[in-house]
Nanobody, 116 residues
Framework: QVQLVESGGGSVQPGGSLRLSCAAS????????MGWYRQAPGKQRELVAG???????NYADSVKGRFTISRDSAKNTVALQMNSLKFEDTAVYYC??????????WGQGTQVTVSS
């Protein structure tokens, strides 16, 4: 079992930046995958960015070149650096961890609002 707590959300103008952080209650060293998902009102939750235990990353096409995911196993955190934010990035962002037995753990989410 692991608890995940997201932080760093907030309101920002278009073109601005935010850095989200996901803190795990225990070591993430054994987590096969950690990712950031988002859910906008009326839409399904979607994968934004993910990173494997080997450091392999993948991104949704809509955020490539703007968002960067990173993983710090020493600090048990996963971060999402979001640059050049757009209106359509507005959503609740969730952190997910998947362990070696394919069990998923979710955080409670943090709101990101991009508005002028």
């Amino acid at each position: 079992q692991v608890q995940l707590v997201e932080s760093g959300g907030g309101s920002v103008q278009p073109g601005g930046s935010l850095r989200l952080s996901c803190a795990a209650s225990r070591s993430i060293f054994s987590m096969n995958f950690m990712g950031w998902y988002r859910q906008a009102p009326g839409k399904q939750r979607e994968l934004v960015a993910g990173i494997t235990s080997r450091g392999i990353t993948n991104y949704a096409d809509s955020v490539k070149g703007r968002f960067t995911i990173s993983r710090d196993s020493a600090k048990n955190t996963v971060a999402l650096q979001m640059n050049s934010l757009k209106f359509e990035d507005t959503a609740v962002y969730y952190c997910k961890a998947q362990d070696q037995w394919k069990r998923d753990y979710w955080g409670q989410g943090t709101q990101v609002t991009v508005s002028s």
